[in-house]
C-alpha cells in the first residue's frame, strides 16, 4: 500500500515535534504533523517557558527586602507593570514559536496549521477536509485544564487564560493544591496581587514528600498567600465586576477573577479515536505500551496524552525513543522509574527525585537521612525560612531511592542528584564526595547518621 506519509503527528508540543524533526531530519522519513494552535505546545506557550519568566518577575520584591537585611537601606521595587512584562512575555513566545517551527521545516517536515482527527488506522482528516495517509500516526495532543464541575464555572479561569490577561486583577481566588495552584499564586502574590488559595486537604502538593508538603505550606503563608485548607467551593455567581464564591462550610467571598488550577486531562476528546480499536483509560488517557504502541500497531502516543509521567522532559524523550526505534534502527525505552521534577515556589523550590518517605516505607525498610536548617544567606538577612536536605536510603543495598530538597534553586540541584541516583549510587559513595562549602547542596554528602528508620531490617 502506498502512504502520503511515513509518518503523521497529531499535536506540535514537544514531544510530536521531537518526533517528527528525529525521524525526518536524521532518520530521512516523509513526515507530516498537524497542529491545531500555537507550534511548541502548553510548555512553550502556556505553561513551563512563561511560567518561570512569571516567577523570575515576582521575586524582585523579596529580593529587595533580602537585601535591606544585608545593609541596603534603599532598596526597593516597583511598581509592577503588567502591560510591559506581558508585551516582553508575548515577544519571547512568538521567538521560541518560531524556532520550533524553523526546526521542522529545516528537517523537511510539512506542518498543517490545523486540526486533524483520525478516520482509520492509517488515516486522518484535516480541518478543512483534506484528507492524508500514513504508515505510522503518533498521537502527541497533550493535556487541557480540568474544571471540578459546579455551578457557574464557566466565570472562572484555567491556567492557559493567565498569560492572556490584559491586567492584573485586584483580588484573585485559587482553586487547588497542586503545583500549578501553588506556582501561580506564589506568582500572583509577588507581583502585588491579593491571592487567595484554597484547598480541600490539610496540606499542599499532594503525592510529593509529605515532610517537603509541611515546608510548601507553610512558605505560601509566609509570602502572603492567603491559604484557606480544607475547603471547598461549591458555586460561582456573577456579581457586579466581581465574581461571588460560595464554599461548602457556608461561607462566601468575592474576587476579582477566579482561577481553576485543578489538574489537567488528556486531550483526546474529539481526536476521531471512536474510528479506531484504540483503548483508553478511565481518565482519557490512551492505553500505551513501553513502546508508546496501542493496541493497534500503526498507532503510537506520547507525551501528556498518555498520562504516564506527565512532564516535558519525559513527552520529548518519547518522542525521540519513537523516533529513532520506527525509523533509525535502534530501539529504545523510556525509563519512567526515576524522572526528577520541581516546583517553582519563592523563595524556595520543591526538587524532587525517586521514591518519597511515604513510598519508601511501604516499598520495605528505608533510612531516612534528613535534615531541615536555616540557611547561611537568608538567616543572615533575617528570615525564618527553612530548608530542607533528604535522602532515603535502602539499608539491605545502601541504595539512595530518593532525595528531596526543598530550598533555593532546588529544581538545579535536583538535576545534578538525578544522576547518580539514576545509576544507583549508594550513601557510601554520596559520603565519598568531598563537600563544596560553604552551601546549603553540602547536606547531602554530609548526614552520616540516619534521622530514623522505617520498618525491621531483619522482619
Known amino acids: 500500500m502506498t502512504f502520503d506519509y511515513d509518518l503523521f503527528v497529531i499535536g506540535g508540543g514537544s514531544g510530536g515535534v521531537r518526533a517528527a524533526r528525529i525521524a525526518a531530519g536524521e532518520h530521512g522519513a516523509k513526515v507530516g504533523l498537524a497542529e491545531e494552535s500555537r507550534m511548541g505546545g502548553t510548555c512553550v506557550i502556556r505553561g513551563c517557558v512563561p511560567k518561570k519568566l512569571m516567577i523570575f518577575a515576582s ?30 512575555l508575548d515577544a519571547e513566545l512568538s521567538r521560541l514559536e518560531l524556532i520550533y517551527r524553523a526546526g521542522l521545516e529545516r528537517a523537511g517536515v510539512e506542518v498543517h496549521d490545523q486540526r486533524a482527527t483520525l478516520v482509520g488506522h492509517h488515516e486522518v482528516e484535516l ?46 481566588l485559587l482553586i487547588g493544591g497542586g503545583f500549578i495552584a501553588c506556582e ?49 467551593p461549591t458555586r460561582l455567581d456573577k456579581v457586579g465586576d466581581g465574581i461571588e464564591v460560595a464554599f461548602d462550610d457556608g461561607s462566601s467571598d468575592r474576587f476579582d477573577a477566579v482561577l481553576f488550577a485543578t489538574g489537567r486531562t488528556p486531550y483526546t476528546g474529539g481526536l476521531g479515536l471512536e474510528n479506531t480499536e484504540v483503548r483508553l483509560k478511565p ?26 509521567v506527565n512532564l516535558t522532559p519525559v513527552a520529548i524523550r518519547e518522542g525521540h525513543s519513537f523516533a529513532d526505534t520506527m525509523f533509525g534502527s535502534k530501539p529504545r525505552k523510556v525509563d519512567h522509574s526515576v524522572v526528577a521534577s520541581a516546583v ?11 521514591l518519597t518517605e511515604e513510598e519508601a516505607k511501604v516499598r520495605g525498610p528505608v ?55 539514576g545509576m544507583g549510587a549508594t550513601k557510601a559513595q554520596f559520603d565519598a564526595t568531598i563537600a563544596v562549602h560553604p552551601t546549603a547542596a553540602e547536606e547531602l554528602v554530609t548526614m552520616r547518621a540516619p534521622s530514623r528508620r522505617h520498618g525491621d531490617l531483619h522482619g
Open 127 to 172: 480541518a478543512d477536509g483534506t484528507r492524508k495517509t500514513a504508515r505510522h500516526i503518533l498521537i502527541a495532543a497533550g493535556g487541557r485544564p480540568a474544571k471540578i464541575g459546579i455551578p457557574g464555572e464557566e466565570l472562572g479561569m484555567v491556567s492557559d487564560d493567565l498569560f492572556l490577561m490584559d491586567k492584573l486583577p485586584g483580588r484573585v
Open 59 to 88: 521575586q524582585a520584591g523579596l529580593m529587595a527586602e533580602e537585601m535591606r537585611g544585608y545593609g541596603w537601606a534603599d532598596a526597593q521595587t516597583g511598581p509592577f507593570s503588567w502591560e510591559i512584562f506581558r508585551e516582553k
Open 184 to 232: 501561580f499564586s506564589t506568582i500572583l502574590a509577588g507581583l502585588g496581587v491579593d491571592a487567595v488559595q484554597v484547598y480541600r486537604g490539610d496540606a499542599v502538593l499532594r503525592g510529593f514528600d509529605r515532610e517537603a508538603r509541611d515546608l510548601a505550606t507553610l512558605q505560601l503563608s509566609a509570602v502572603g498567600v492567603d491559604l484557606r485548607l480544607g475547603l471547598t
Open 344 to 354: 517553582y515556589l519563592r523563595p524556595h523550590e520543591l526538587g524532587t527525585v525517586g
Open 367 to 421: 533510612d531516612v537521612y534528613s535534615t531541615v536548617f536555616r540557611p547561611m544567606r537568608s538567616m543572615f538577612a533575617g528570615s525564618d525560612a527553612r530548608v530542607m536536605m533528604k535522602l532515603l536510603v535502602d539499608p539491605a543495598t545502601d541504595r539512595v531511592l530518593g532525595c528531596h530538597i526543598f530550598g533555593p534553586e532546588a529544581g538545579e540541584m535536583i538535576q545534578l542528584a538525578a544522576i547518580p541516583i
Open 283 to 308: 481518565n482519557g488517557a490512551i492505553e500505551v505500551d513501553e513502546w508508546s504502541q496501542t493496541c493497534v500497531p500503526s498507532i503510537f502516543a506520547v507525551g501528556d496524552v498518555t498520562d504516564r
